[in-house]
């Protein structure tokens, strides 16, 4: 049929090697890059509330925000605290930039406490395990603490009511910055969207002595 129309002499035995060589190629780089999604796929999904840091504050052990920055872990340490809820789109919206946050300041001693904000005065234990299912889903890697109500209020809004307006007072998503000695300099933090904003001010912290 070749012969016929005439292609033999522009489709010889050497361009179908090439051909099946090249489709061989693409085959193996194509089933080299599912496996990789698989693994990470896999491995994300293995990810249980087991492997993050949770404090579920039922009993007020936190009387106020400042008892957290007193744990041994933050000692030292510039602390970015992130203050949301589970039914807050705003505050689920800027958890796709903590990834480029904790990239940026992986080797230095910045800490993230993520702060949950109760909806009642009540324990919610419904809203307890959307925290926990939130907190899986979004990888977010530091300490997670559900606050106690009274923590939230008046260990938090009230005890820096100053700091807020009335219109501000028990708004989230909230942002704060913590120096290394545990003093809160900044209650009004730029977002992690803010990106070179909040870079900038974490690094100036950082370099204090």
């Not at 579920?56 to 744990?71: A, G, M, P, Y």
């Not at 234990?125 to 979004?138: A, C, D, P, R, T």
């Amino acid at each position: 049929m070749l012969k016929k129309i005439g292609l033999n002499k522009y489709l010889g035995a050497s361009y179908y090697i090439r051909l099946l060589y090249t489709i061989t190629e693409m085959k193996k780089q194509f089933l080299v890059l599912i496996g990789m999604l698989l693994f990470c796929e896999i491995t994300y999904a293995q990810k249980s509330i087991a492997d993050f840091e949770i404090i579920e504050d039922s009993t007020n052990i936190f009387k106020s925000i400042d008892d957290f920055f007193k744990l041994d872990k933050f000692k030292g340490k510039v602390i970015y605290v992130d203050v949301w809820g589970t039914r807050c789109g705003p505050c689920i919206k800027e958890f796709e930039y903590h990834k480029d946050l904790k990239e940026k300041f992986k080797d230095k001693s910045v800490e993230f406490l993520y702060l949950c904000s109760p909806y009642s005065m009540n324990w919610d234990s419904q809203n307890v395990e959307l925290w926990k299912k939130l907190i899986v889903k979004h990888n977010l890697e530091g300490l997670n603490v559900f606050m106690s109500p009274y923590c939230y209020m008046d260990g938090f809004f009230e005890k820096y009511s100053d700091k807020y307006t009335e219109r501000e007072k028990y708004g989230i998503p909230a942002y704060l910055l913590v120096n290394k000695n545990g003093q809160i300099v900044n209650f009004k933090a730029p977002r992690p969207s803010s990106k070179n904003e909040l870079y900038d001010e974490i690094e100036s912290l950082l370099n204090e002595k």
